[in-house]
């Protein structure tokens, strides 16, 4: 919407929207995400991961389609509501499905590839409508043909469409194959993503192990997936994927993302457009370094200090406006009423600081909030638990898509006190119950959230997947793989690890020599 909401085409035909009539628009796309996000594990986890984003993909093109045809603002809400469900299912799905395809040591690149994707998404589509803004006399001619908003909005299909047919060529889960125990297809995939397509790779039969047992303890538990979910030690997890999610948003981020272009207006310096396209660049840029480093520094530092970069940068930004604005008299834009007047520096200084809290959210909560909500789940509640934590995000995406503008309008400077607050609130939550999960396999996550140690105090340990392998490799432990026509096997030492065939389940046995 931020490349649209300037244009006079867009404000002449839908009737010049701002305060709740423009954050009702905004709003719509959310409040969809927030349904598809509620739905997505009841797909994801009959259907599969896969099926679950061509779900999505056919969402978007119909969305876009009504979007592109919109009437009226009812209509494009309507479009708007469509694509969010599409919005909120990928959102869910999208971190489940790389979290379980991905080795642990690079599961959080892998994550960020998603983030630093998506940022390029925003980025290609914003300059879509800024050049698509250019049409007629530009976006200041007050008889701009329709096509300024129409154009986005149509193009914004195509990607859907490329989605759709990849997705033919992708494998399925491995543990949601192991899920439904069609466990020969899962080993071939694992051994094609971890081991060159060897069945018989240490590393292939150390997960296919780990990852039986952990279904096998699920199991005998005897729970539906709900009552695994309200269990205390997961449910803890829940609130905690859920206050995640809910501070990704309450950051203010994302809000800034929808409302740039009157924060530009504000500041009265340069061209909104152009001086809001910035904050796209640097949005792509500075996702680089967490693609780099999130595996190596962890994602408990970059959520932590991330919020405390955040709280600094909006409370200065705030302070400025506070200090050198003024009430808009009639000298600004109609759609503010809070400007900074022939100030360049100060000017300058409160649009250098909303390009910072951008490029903090982009090195770190953008990508750890997403990749953290993904692995610290078990498998049987994995994608029911994700998608009421990313309903969180969306819930509160809408709120404040809903409500920002009419606070930018009422109470103007103080919106960015309110987000300093809520990033001061984040960094200590983080602190108190975040505990680190890089460097584990997801079937690992029981060991550190059940450790009974408080999350500021590291737990000292090593992946049991690497030690397997080790024992695997050395020939101390052997293990046998359920392939049709073959036997997986690996090692010759002390023990044996043989699967046994009991109808629809299957048991794991340890032999002693």
């Known amino acids: 919407m931020s490349g649209v909401i300037g244009t006079s085409a867009y404000k002449r035909y839908f009737g010049n929207p701002v305060s709740y009539r423009q954050g009702g628009i905004t709003a719509s796309m959310p409040a969809g995400s927030l349904v598809g996000s509620l739905a997505s594990s009841f797909i994801a986890d009959k259907f599969s991961r896969k099926v679950?984003?061509?779900?999505?993909?056919?969402?978007?093109?119909?969305?876009?389609?009504?979007?592109?045809?919109?009437?009226?603002?009812?209509?494009?809400?309507?479009?708007?509501?469509?694509?969010?469900?599409?919005?909120?299912?990928?959102?869910?799905?999208?971190?489940?499905?790389?979290?379980?395809?991905?080795?642990?040591?690079?599961?959080?690149?892998?994550?960020?590839?998603?983030?630093?994707?998506?940022?390029?998404?925003?980025?290609?589509?914003?300059f879509i409508q800024y050049g698509a803004a250019q049409v007629g006399g530009g976006p200041?001619?007050?008889?701009?043909?329709?096509?300024?908003?129409?154009?986005?909005?149509?193009?914004?299909?195509?990607?859907?469409?490329?989605?759709f047919i990849g997705l033919l060529?992708?494998?399925?889960?491995?543990?949601?194959?192991?899920?439904?125990?069609?466990?020969?297809?899962?080993?071939?995939?694992?051994?094609?993503?971890?081991?060159?397509?060897?069945?018989?790779?240490?590393?292939?039969?150390?997960?296919?192990k780990e990852i039986e047992e952990a279904l096998r303890f699920e199991r005998e538990e005897g729970l539906s997936s709900f009552g695994a979910l309200i269990q205390p030690r997961i449910f803890k997890r829940v609130i905690l994927g859920i206050s995640v999610q809910m501070w990704s948003q309450l950051c203010g981020m994302n809000i800034m993302m929808y409302y740039i272009v009157y924060v530009m207006e504000g500041a009265r310096i340069g061209s909104p457009l152009t001086t809001a396209s910035i904050q796209y660049v640097i949005n792509v840029v500075l996702t680089l370094p967490a693609i780099v480093y999130l595996d190596k520094v962890g994602r408990r530092p970059m959520l932590i200090y991330g919020s405390i970069f955040m709280t600094g940068f909006f409370?200065?930004?705030?302070?400025?406006?506070?200090?050198?604005?003024?009430?808009?008299?009639?000298?600004?834009?109609?759609?503010?009423?809070?400007?900074?007047?022939?100030?360049?520096?100060?000017?300058?200084?409160?649009?250098?600081?909303?390009?910072?809290?951008?490029?903090?959210?982009?090195?770190?909560?953008?990508?750890?909030?997403?990749?953290?909500?993904?692995?610290?789940?078990?498998?049987?509640?994995?994608?029911?638990?994700?998608?009421?934590?990313?309903?969180?995000?969306?819930?509160?995406?809408?709120v404040l898509a809903l409500t920002v503008p009419p606070l930018l309008w009422n109470i103007n400077w103080k919106v960015y006190m309110i987000f300093a607050g809520f990033n001061c609130c984040a960094s200590i939550h983080m602190t108190l119950c975040a505990h680190e999960t890089a460097g584990l396999t997801l079937e690992e996550m029981d060991d550190v959230f059940d450790s009974g140690h408080p999350a500021w105090r590291p737990l000292k340990k090593t992946s049991r997947l690497d030690a397997l392998q080790r024992d695997i490799e050395q020939g101390r432990v052997r293990i046998y793989a359920p392939i049709q026509g073959e036997i997986g096997a690996k090692g010759s030492g002390d023990k044996i690890f043989a699967l046994s065939d009991l109808g629809p389940r299957r048991e794991l046995q340890v032999f002693e020599r």
């Open 169 to 208: 060529f992708f494998p399925y889960s491995p543990r949601w194959l192991a899920s439904k125990d069609r466990w020969e297809e899962a080993i071939k995939v694992m051994a094609d993503l971890h081991g060159g397509g060897n069945v018989n790779h240490p590393k292939v039969l150390a997960e296919y």
């Open 315 to 398: 409370f200065i930004s705030g302070a400025l406006q506070a200090v050198y604005g003024q009430p808009n008299d009639g000298q600004g834009s109609n759609d503010i009423t809070w400007i900074v007047l022939d100030n360049v520096p100060i000017s300058s200084a409160i649009v250098a600081f909303s390009y910072l809290s951008v490029a903090t959210f982009a090195a770190t909560w953008g990508p750890a909030s997403w990749t953290y909500t993904a692995e610290i789940f078990p498998s049987r509640v994995r994608a029911m638990a994700v998608s009421i934590s990313a309903a969180s995000n969306w819930l509160w995406n809408m």
């Open 52 to 126: 679950a984003l061509q779900v999505a993909c056919v969402l978007w093109i119909i969305g876009s389609i009504v979007q592109c045809a919109s009437q009226n603002v009812t209509m494009l809400c309507t479009g708007r509501a469509i694509s969010g469900l599409c919005v909120g299912i990928t959102s869910s799905i999208v971190p489940v499905y790389q979290s379980e395809i991905a080795p642990k040591e690079i599961r959080g690149r892998v994550v960020s590839f998603q983030q630093w994707a998506i940022t390029w998404g925003i980025l290609i589509q914003y």
């Open 140 to 163: 200041d001619d007050p008889n701009q043909p329709e096509a300024a908003f129409r154009i986005p909005w149509g193009i914004q299909m195509l990607p859907a469409f490329i989605l």
